[in-house]
């Protein structure tokens, strides 16, 4: 199993899914996790620019996003755009509200699930 989980720095959880710095990638296997790697956000709009996007002046697409999610079994998330969310329940990719900020809290979370 491979969870996603949008990060600024590698501990916690980022606070918005889209506007993060990188997403953690944790491979489950036989309740351990075996595997961690981190991937830039494609889709990372930091500049003052694009926040006019948000404020309904343009809309932008999630593609890149879909498509990267669309390479684990469940994005964990604080927060994210309903636009985003929506599209990543068209293509059926499971998210979940994660019970910790803190990765590691998260990572044991779901190891007591499996």
């Known amino acids: 199993m491979k969870i996603i989980i949008p990060t600024n720095d590698r501990k916690t959880i980022a606070v918005h899914t889209g506007r993060c710095k990188e997403f953690g990638f944790y491979e489950i296997e036989n309740g351990n996790m075996v595997y961690e790697t981190f991937v830039t956000n494609p889709h990372q709009h930091q500049d003052e620019g694009c926040c006019r996007t948000h404020l309904g002046e343009q809309h932008h697409d999630h593609r890149e996003l879909v498509e990267l999610f669309s390479k684990g079994d469940l994005l964990m998330y604080y927060a994210m755009g309903k636009r985003l969310r929506t599209e990543l329940m068209d293509e059926g990719i499971p998210v979940e509200k994660a019970p910790s ?9 779901v190891l007591k699930q499996k």
């Open 101 to 109: 900020v803190n990765i590691s809290e998260i990572i044991d979370a």
